[in-house]
């Protein structure tokens, strides 16, 4: 391969082979035996020029190639250029189009709907771990049926809006059969916040009633059902035990007795008539309720004693 020219010898201006520069090379020419075809000035001048115009027309030739191969590497580098582009915008192109069914796929869908047609009621908001509870039938805390719960709860369907996240969770609704499952995290997780009913206060019993008793429609519950249940809280909000010194903590921790021992008949498929009043029960409560007070009272007593010097 000719070594690259790195410059255009059609710039190059042919010499003056008729100057003195030339002179010597000339009378050599004319004198040179080999060359019996020169004899005069203008003739060795001419052979010069002749010569130097053949050298100078090969690297003319090669210069032309070399510029044919400069300009077709160019272009080569240009559609490779391109090719990558085309790959690149292609690339962009199915990313762009599977993020944009994949957000498609999280849009709530358009379901037709009556024109004129409103609704007639609302169904009460709860929080989502109680809902699955009320649905499968199972125990959940009363807590879950306060205010408190159903702002969490109204909290926990935005996250349901606007994330689609899933985790892998034991499902809590079988106790005797716990198996992992794949579920929307937000329906659920437990609220860090629920407290047990034995905690509960008879104003928070009583605040939280409705709205459980709202939710038995959750589990298809019968009638016979809903009329015990409703039974079982106007019972207490209608026993003459409020009436008496902590009678509303009596009263809070029996509904917290009756309703766990219900659940548990019922899982064990020996229900019993929840709107029967447990008088032995209610004793129990008023020992227990006793007890706590007077284990208050020593503490109290025993905060007051001066420090042992």
Same mark, same amino acid.
């Given at each position: 391969m000719a070594d690259r020219l790195n410059f255009d010898p059609r710039n190059i201006p042919p010499p003056d082979f008729s100057s003195n520069t030339y002179a010597t090379i000339r009378r050599?020419?004319?004198?040179?035996?080999?060359?019996?075809?020169?004899?005069?000035?203008?003739?060795?001048?001419?052979? @010069?020029?002749?010569?130097?115009?053949?050298?100078?027309? $090969?690297?003319?030739?090669? /210069?032309?190639?070399?510029?044919?191969?400069?300009?077709?590497?160019?272009?080569?580098?240009?559609?490779?250029? +391109?090719?990558?582009?085309?790959?690149?915008? +292609?690339?962009? !192109?199915?990313?762009?189009?599977? @993020? %944009?069914?994949? +957000?498609?796929g999280k849009r709530t869908p358009l379901y037709s709907f009556k024109?004129?047609?409103?609704?007639?009621?609302?169904?009460?908001?709860?929080?989502?771990? %109680? !809902?699955?509870?009320? $649905?499968?039938? !199972?125990?959940v805390p009363l807590w879950y049926f306060l205010p408190e719960a159903t702002a969490e709860a109204k909290e926990r369907n935005r996250e349901a809006i606007d994330n689609n996240r899933f985790q892998i969770a034991m499902d809590e609704t079988d106790s005797s059969n716990s198996a992992l499952t794949l579920v929307g995290s937000?329906?659920?997780?437990?609220?860090?916040?629920?407290?047990?009913? *034995?905690?509960? *206060?008879?104003?928070?019993?009583?605040? %939280? !009633?409705?709205?459980?008793?709202?939710? @038995? *429609? /959750?589990?298809?519950f019968t009638n016979d059902f809903v009329k015990m249940f409703a039974g079982f809280y106007t019972g207490m909000d209608m026993h003459p035990e409020l009436r008496e010194e902590? &009678?509303?903590?009596?009263?809070?921790? /029996?509904?917290?007795?009756?309703?766990?021992?219900?659940?548990? &008949?019922?899982?064990?498929?020996?229900?019993?008539?929840?709107a029967v009043f447990s008088e032995d029960t209610l004793e129990k409560c008023r020992i227990e309720i006793r007890r706590q007070n007077n284990e208050k009272a020593i503490k109290g007593e025993y905060s007051l004693l001066p420090y042992e010097t």
């Open positions: 050599a020419l004319i004198a040179d035996a080999d060359s019996p075809g020169i004899t005069t000035e203008a003739e060795a001048q001419q052979l @010069l020029r002749d010569q130097w115009e053949e050298e100078n027309g $090969t690297l003319r030739a090669q /210069y032309e190639t070399q510029l044919e191969e400069d300009q077709a590497i160019a272009e080569a580098r240009i559609e490779e250029a +391109a090719n990558e582009q085309r790959i690149k915008d +292609a690339e962009r !192109k199915a990313r762009e189009d599977e @993020l %944009a069914k994949k +957000a498609e024109q004129g047609v409103g609704v007639g009621h609302i169904r009460q908001q709860i929080h989502p771990y %109680a !809902k699955k509870l009320m $649905t499968a039938r !199972k125990y937000h329906t659920v997780r437990a609220s860090p916040n629920a407290v047990p009913d *034995s905690r509960l *206060s008879w104003d928070q019993v009583m605040r %939280a !009633k409705s709205s459980f008793l709202n939710a @038995l *429609s /959750y589990g298809d902590h &009678g509303d903590k009596v009263l809070a921790l /029996y509904h917290a007795e009756m309703r766990r021992a219900w659940y548990e &008949g019922f899982e064990q498929r020996e229900p019993f008539d929840l």
